[in-house]
């Protein structure tokens, strides 16, 4: 039996969206909104409707009858109150409630995801899911704990992309994602490492941990940083900002895109060369300090995102993690398609879908 499968991946000022019939793209579509409509809004939350009004038109536009459509695969929020695991999740009440409440979710545009879905399926009468937000893991206890009493680790990465090229190497191979060990790093606007043992995520290092990427800062040595945030140079805003959006490559070349970086290098630009190798220097940091967690042998490390397209970043971070374990380089990112075969297999029954509940005693 197939299956007609809606994805909804919100981002800041876009919707993309697509439908698929099992694997095969019948459509996609980028739906772009207005910023000035957008901000109107008082919350990222009360996005949803206005939004939704819009994908009902692309779909419309491009022949798609919205009764053929059996389940809806959504962009998973930062949903940090209780935990969440990787895998799927179904839209149900308290998780609709739980992505417009700032106490247990970050605000980011992927919290509509969920809410957008839980509109198409009270109106169609199917199912809707989050499939491996960015906030999902099962961190241990231990690696939860920092140095400070009111700092504790989440864990946050780009876990639909890290785990669908997983699940696509381990195929690839002849063989399933729970049966292997394996790192994955995402390299785009932002870069995380994922550790996954035996299909489970144990461990992350996000963009604002250890390694710079192409637009955020990164770790820094705690001291000077402090410093710097109370030296009266920048607002929090400004701060927040160098930290996800103006810091790492762009803030020491003025451009987040690597192929301008890799022009720049060509043209024989040593700064452009200097920052790339330090982007390959700091990831290969990030995949070491992730390889030592694992008690078992380490079956390939994966490479992906945009960046992954840069040799002079791949080819650099080979030479330092390849006596780790294999490299494999998998360029691009597939959330759309993620998103859709997590829901094959869910719809299949290869996969159950979790139930999210809210905090015991929960109040608004």
């Known amino acids: 039996m197939s299956y007609r499968i809606l994805v909804v991946n919100p981002g800041s000022t876009t919707t993309k969206i697509a439908v698929y019939d099992d694997s095969n793209a019948v459509i996609t579509v980028n739906v772009e909104h207005d910023t000035k409509k957008l901000a109107e809004f008082a919350k990222m939350a009360d996005q949803a ?44 009440e308290d998780l609709y409630i739980a992505l417009a409440d700032e106490k247990l979710t970050a605000t980011h545009a992927s919290l509509l995801g969920g809410r957008i879905g839980k509109q198409f399926s009270d ?90 990427s192409a637009e955020r800062a990164g770790g820094a040595p705690l001291v000077q940083f402090t410093e710097l945030c109370y030296s009266g140079k920048y607002t929090e805003a400004e701060m927040k900002k160098i930290l996800r959006g103006k810091g790492g490559m762009f803030a020491h070349l003025g451009t987040a895109d690597g192929r301008a970086a890799e022009k720049m290098v060509a043209e024989g630009n040593e700064k452009a060369k200097l920052v790339l190798n330090t982007i390959s220097y700091g990831m290969s940091k990030s995949i070491g300090a992730l390889s030592g967690i694992f008690k078992e042998k380490i079956d390939v490390i994966i490479l992906t995102g945009g960046l992954a397209h840069s040799k002079i970043v791949t080819e650099e971070i080979k030479a330092y993690v390849s006596p780790i374990a294999p490299v494999e380089i998998l360029p691009g990112e597939s959330e759309m398609i993620a998103l859709a075969e997590g829901g094959i297999r869910i719809m299949k029954g290869e996969e159950e879908a979790m139930v999210y509940k809210l905090p015991e005693g929960y109040q608004k």
Do not use: Q, W
Not at 182 to 198: D, E, Y
């Open 49 to 92: 409707p206005y939004r939704m009004e819009y994908i009902s038109k692309a779909l419309a536009d491009n022949n798609i009858d919205e009764s053929t459509i059996d389940c809806i695969m959504c962009r998973g929020g930062l949903v940090y109150v209780p935990p969440i695991k990787s895998g799927g999740y179904i839209v149900n």
């Open 123 to 212: 109106k169609l009468g199917v199912p809707a899911y989050i499939y491996d937000a960015p906030s999902a893991g099962e961190l241990t206890e231990v690696g939860k704990i920092t140095g400070f009493t009111d700092i504790v680790r989440r864990g946050t990465a780009h876990v639909l992309n890290a785990r669908s090229m997983a699940i696509r190497y381990a195929e690839s191979v002849g063989k399933k994602a729970k049966d292997m060990n394996i790192i994955v790093g995402h390299m785009g606007g932002g870069c995380s490492v994922t550790a996954l043992k035996h299909g489970v995520l144990i461990e992350t290092i996000g963009d604002d941990e250890l390694h710079m």
